[in-house]
T-cell receptor, first 110, second 112 residues
């Protein structure tokens, strides 16, 4: 089935560092979403993007809807230990189907 | 503030057994979804219900059935469980199909 290419697959960073991750696709999406999943829990919505070029922040998180509508980016500034988890992107098509990325596993070293 | 509630949280089945996973949401959402999550595969849509009274197949519907019992509840049934259905199952809901989905905490299902 169709999936998004999400990178990196995993990353170790030092506390206080900034983090960047992205999702790319060959398909155009109308909406991009970013979720975070912690062990034993379901994904929790972080940011929703509805327009090409849109830049939206949620605290230390900033996400962008790519101009081509085929990609999206998530940045986390000044990472802290509780940022640990798996970050998923999701693209929503014109037929309202969600396509999820395979996730970026983030580990923060104190 | 429960949001999306899934039961049970864990289940072990033998091959060939049947099982119904329950999902209920208290956010008055119209749309509900069932996903499975497997290592390295992300979330894959099994079935969805865009509104009460309708259900449609997703990406991986084989071996599953669903029932939208009412606006709040959407159940997933495995009629004859197979080891390939070992996975974590997530239910989600959203106001409308184009709006962000909110997830439950999952059901961890193992089939021996």
């Amino acid at each position: 089935g169709q999936q998004l290419n999400q990178s990196p697959q995993s990353m170790f960073i030092q506390e206080g560092e900034d983090v960047s991750m992205n999702c790319t696709s060959s398909s155009i999406f109308n909406t991009w979403l970013w979720y975070k999943q912690e062990p034993g829990e379901g994904p929790v919505l972080l940011i929703a993007l509805y327009k090409a070029g849109e830049l939206t922040s949620n605290g230390r998180l900033t996400a962008q809807f790519g101009i081509t509508r085929k990609d999206s980016f998530l940045n986390i500034s000044a990472s802290i230990p509780s940022d640990v988890g798996i970050y998923f992107c999701a693209g929503v098509s014109g037929t309202y189907k969600y396509i999820f990325g395979t996730g970026t596993r983030l580990k923060v070293l104190a | 503030n429960a949001g999306v509630t899934q039961t049970p949280k864990f289940q072990v089945l033998k091959t060939g057994q049947s099982m119904t996973l329950q999902c209920a949401q208290d956010m008055n959402h119209n749309s509900m979804y069932w996903y499975r999550q497997d290592p390295g595969m992300g979330l894959r849509l099994i079935y969805y219900s865009a509104s009460e009274g309708t259900t449609d197949k997703g990406e991986v519907p084989n071996g599953y059935n669903v029932s939208r019992l009412n606006k709040r509840e959407f159940s997933l049934r495995l009629e004859s469980a197979a080891p390939s259905q070992t996975s974590v199952y997530f239910c989600a809901s959203g106001h409308e199909p184009w709006q962000p989905q909110h997830f439950g905490d999952g059901t961890r299902l193992s089939i021996l």
